[in-house]
């Protein structure tokens, strides 16, 4: 499968291009970018091809890579799925509940495979014990923590202007939620609190009845950022292990491979992305109606 790669930012960087350079299952065919220079130094890189029209790339390729703020990812994957090009996406899908509604009805019309990149989903422990819990009855709460020290630190992404604007609930509340709804079900009511810096606290009703408590942060001290997930119910206590390995990226292209050559959709498609949105966008209406 060819596969082009939109964006040249650090996320596609240190992440994307070497995974699709490196995955046997497809050929790296090609980079765009908002920037034609920082496109050409990509795609020199790894002996690929820089173009400067997306229109012209996505005449050429299969698939394509979406490594861009996620208001830039959207109109961008319409116009894709519109092309009949499969999709490998970026969290968050969209920043509006309107734009990643686009996103999932172009590739449904189109018929065409769509992969979002929730990382805990692509990592061999923690998908696996997702899968696991998911078979289990009973659960009465959860309780998640994301703690980043993006802006606390010398990270690349600390001077990113989406996550500056959007904050946690937007850059990891994503990864949060993409674990909890295939254990615990469908969200159907959300509370909403801010806490020091772009601290969010949400408490999350599902639809099997239990509930969960999501603490999400960038601005954690280093010494305090880390990921945690704990079920309780009828069954005990469990927590989801950590990932051994950092092939998250490979094991989402993949999917997007065996979603094409099955027909099958995958469970972290973009209608699942939509759905994740959809209740981020009501976690901050909620915040911002509590700052009124």
């Not at 995955?23 to 496109?39: D, L, N, S």
């Not at 309780?232 to 950590?242: D, H, Q």
């Not at 490979?250 to 027909?263: K, S």
Request: charged letters at 20%.
């Amino acid at each position: 499968m060819r596969i082009g790669l939109l964006g040249t930012g650090p996320w596609a960087r240190a992440v994307y291009a070497p995974a699709l350079a490196g995955h046997p299952g497809v050929e790296f065919a090609g980079v765009w970018g908002r920037r034609p220079e920082a496109a050409a130094a990509l795609a020199q890189r790894y002996d690929s091809r820089p173009y400067a029209d997306v229109d012209a790339l996505l005449a050429d390729v299969d698939a394509v890579a979406i490594a861009l703020p996620p208001s830039v990812q959207a109109p961008l994957a319409v116009r894709a799925a519109r092309a009949g090009r499969h999709l490998l996406l970026d969290k968050p899908l969209a920043l509006s509940v309107e734009d990643a509604r686009a996103v999932a009805e172009a590739a449904e019309r189109a018929q065409v495979a769509s992969v979002v990149f929730f990382t805990p989903r692509f990592q061999k422990e923690p998908r696996n014990w997702i899968e696991e819990q998911a078979a289990v009855k009973g659960w009465f709460t959860a309780r998640a923590q994301w703690l980043g020290a993006v802006f606390t630190t010398d990270s690349p992404y600390a001077t990113s202007p989406w996550r500056q604007e959007k904050g946690a609930l937007w850059d990891v509340g994503p990864h949060a939620l993409s674990v909890l709804l295939p254990i615990l079900g469908d969200v159907t009511r959300v509370v909403a609190a801010r806490g020091p810096g772009d601290t969010v606290h949400l408490v999350l009703d599902h639809a099997a009845g239990a509930s969960s408590t999501v603490t999400l942060s960038l601005t954690a001290p280093q010494e305090a950022a880390g990921v945690e997930f704990e079920l309780r119910g009828e069954s005990g206590v469990t927590a989801m292990p950590a990932a051994s390995d950092d092939n998250a990226l490979g094991q989402a292209i993949d999917a997007l491979l065996t979603c094409v050559e099955t027909g099958r959709r995958h469970p972290c498609d973009a209608a699942f992305g939509l759905r994740v949105t959809e209740i981020l966008a009501a976690a901050e209406a909620r915040l911002a109606a509590e700052a009124e």
